[in-house]
């Protein structure tokens, strides 16, 4: 902030002094953690906060009793038990709440009293994964407008009456989740139940007090707005609303227009509206979400992970079962923030996948499994990546070739030769293609019929090549059986993700295109949870990228015993190798098809190229169909000779 002149305008927070000798454990905390994060911070409008601690919270009293000591002897143990849980939502949905899903009084989980027992009139949740915190916000939208924030006195005689609370969230799943939540408390209390209008669900969402008693106001209202950017409204649908309580559930995935031109207005124009945001964090560096948890000295902060539950240890394995990546296992579960500068894919990690080879020193080796990814594109051309992955654990991945097809060479007549000249070369198991780049997966299949009973190695391509739609769902069937529905880019680049963290990957650190890609790639933004991904600097791009990451999807969803360690079908004939040699009882492996390219010695004990060396033909058979055993030893085959690449071409 400064002022007329431009110069900065400062001043200094030197601490509270009305910090009592005793405290409570949750304030201990807070106390504590504020110190750590702000003592010597310097906020956006200039002022320095000597001392961290800048909550402006009524501290909780160690023994939970709110009254002094004399009001507690004037009234009887029930009298007094009912005013001192008013005067805190945990204390108060403990008397007054059955749980939902078991029917007895409701308990609050350990981590979960914090919250509920503080104060503040900001604050700021940041829980991972399956946490309670849609039943936290649920129960204190309850106890506020049911005890009017614990009696709050209208000019110091009357409890206040027509509170408003204005529940946002990114999209209206959310909203009806948290009003399932508070309609369900409800309906197991009839002392509440019978004080709310009734109201049919609808959009806002509304639960309001009906009743006109002294203990709590008539005419309290909470009212739920959707407000995502993807709504037709862009998120401000609740726009010019007024409220005594503002809570923003999935902060973290409310753009900054929703909070500059819907939140702010309200807190601005009331001193007394109270504040409650909670998320967990989306993975994007900077948003409000995250500003608020780390530059905000006012709000209190609760950081809870999941590892926190107190099932957690029931929990754990189907929990890291169904996370994905190491990114979203930081930031679903352990709730934690992405480093300032680091992108989708870690640097050091990059670092680490770099190797002394160049495109052209490897040949085809049958211990090897070989996937293409191929990405058309307009304006920057066609890019062709052909990964090899090893066949026994660690299945380490090699990029071995990658180029590059400009566009002034008509991109995709250019591109679909040159896939069909690699594919002779390289005899890949599965070539993943864009699918909105155009025809291209459509031709190279076209190509693969026309070449039935005239070339074996072409005729592949009809089998082989699959188009992949970035903007799609994807089922995906793991090795046990189940199946589950994904958006697809995401879980290309999850696994691919996935590959470096393991240190399963290897490319040619003189590839600086592929580098340079891979530090700038980054998550722009979030889409109901969905990241959005992109780039950083523009001049990079990302296709070749694009299509190393469709070389590793192919060898995710077609061999899904390298990704599960267990026998999976390949959706093609295959053959199963003993190990000969080996330890008991020897590790079953899959072998690609007899098509790819490979066969087994006559002894049985290995893999080898199939058949002399001669020179490309043309493979006619006349009567019934051959075996794929015949027709692989038939079959002509072409060695790769070192060659110089031509990078960037």
């Not at 004399?70 to 849980?85: F, R, Y």
């Not at 992955?389 to 400009?406: G, L």
Request: contains cysteine; glycine residues 10%.
């Amino acid at each position: 902030m400064s002022d007329t002149f431009g110069e900065t305008v400062t001043s200094v927070f030197t601490g509270r002094e009305d910090i009592p000798e005793k405290l409570h454990t949750a304030c201990e905390k807070c106390i504590a953690s504020a110190h750590a994060k702000y003592d010597g911070f310097t906020d956006d409008t200039g002022r320095h906060h000597k001392d961290g601690f800048a909550v402006g919270c009524p501290f909780i009293p160690p023994s939970e009793e709110f009254y002094p000591e004399k009001i507690k002897k004037l009234l009887s143990p029930a009298d007094w038990s009912d005013l001192n849980n008013l005067k805190s939502a945990l204390l108060w949905a403990e008397a007054n709440l059955r749980d939902p899903d078991s029917g007895r009084p409701w308990r609050a989980w350990p981590h979960q009293r914090g919250p509920l027992l503080c104060c503040s009139p900001r604050k700021v949740y940041r829980f991972g994964r399956r946490t309670g915190k849609t039943t936290i916000l649920a129960v204190e939208i309850l106890w506020y407008i049911f005890t009017s924030c614990g009696g709050q006195l209208k000019d110091g005689k009357k409890i206040r009456k027509n509170l408003k609370v204005l529940l946002l969230a990114p999209q209206k799943t959310h909203i009806d989740n948290i009003f399932d939540r508070m309609r369900a408390f409800i309906s197991l209390s009839p002392q509440l139940a019978g004080c709310i209008e009734r109201k049919k669900r609808g959009s806002p969402q509304l639960i309001t007090l009906i009743t006109d008693g002294a203990d709590i106001g008539g005419g309290n209202q909470v009212a739920g707005y959707a407000s995502g950017d993807s709504s037709g409204n862009k998120g401000l649908s609740a726009r010019g609303q007024d409220a005594d309580l503002v809570v923003l559930d999935e902060g973290a995935y409310v753009s900054k227009a929703v909070v500059k031109q819907v939140i702010a207005p309200i807190l601005y124009t009331r001193g007394t509206t109270r504040f409650i945001i909670s998320s967990t964090p989306s993975g994007i560096t900077g948003d409000y979400f995250e500003t608020t948890c780390l530059q905000r000295p006012d709000f209190s902060e609760f950081y809870v992970p999941a590892t926190e539950r107190p099932d957690w240890a029931e929990q754990e394995e189907q929990v890291r079962r169904d996370v994905s990546g190491q990114e979203e296992w930081d930031t679903e579960v352990m709730a934690k923030f992405s480093p300032a500068g680091v992108g989708v894919y870690r640097e050091d990690l990059v670092k680490f996948a770099q190797d002394k080879y160049e495109y052209g020193d490897r040949r085809v080796n049958p211990n090897f499994v070989y996937t293409m990814g191929v990405d058309w594109n307009k304006e920057h051309g066609t890019e062709i990546v052909i990964v090899a992955t090893m066949r026994i654990s660690p299945h380490i991945t090699y990029v071995v070739w990658a180029e590059n097809i400009s566009k002034k060479d008509f991109t995709t007549p250019s591109g679909i030769g040159r896939v069909v000249e690699l594919n002779r070369m390289w005899k890949p198991a599965w070539i993943y293609v864009d699918a909105g780049g155009g025809d291209g997966g459509a031709m190279l299949r076209h190509h693969g019929r026309e070449m039935v009973k005239k070339n074996i190695i072409d005729a592949r391509l009809m089998n082989i090549v699959k188009s992949y739609d970035f903007g799609s769902k994807l089922e995906v069937r793991e090795h046990n059986g189940i199946s589950r529905k994904t958006p697809s880019k995401p879980f290309m680049v999850e696994h691919s993700v996935r590959k470096f963290e393991l240190g399963e990957i290897k490319y040619p650190r003189s590839d600086l295109m592929i580098t340079r890609q891979l530090n700038n790639y980054v998550v722009l933004r979030r889409n109901s949870g969905v990241p959005v991904y992109g780039i950083k600097e523009s001049k990079w791009g990302d296709h070749r990228l694009d299509a190393m990451n469709l070389a590793l999807v192919a060898l995710r969803l077609e061999f899904t015993s390298f990704y599960n360690e267990g026998i999976t079908p390949l959706g093609s004939p295959i053959a199963f190798v003993p190990r000969t040699g080996m330890p008991e009882p020897p590790p079953p492996r899959v072998i690609l098809p007899a098509a790819a390219g490979f066969g087994p010695t006559p002894s049985g004990r290995g893999w080898v190229s199939p058949g002399p060396r001669r020179r490309q033909g043309v493979v006619r058979y006349w009567g019934t169909e051959p075996s794929e055993a015949e027709v692989e030893r038939r079959s002509p085959s072409r060695r790769i000779s070192r060659r110089s690449p031509k990078f960037g071409r």
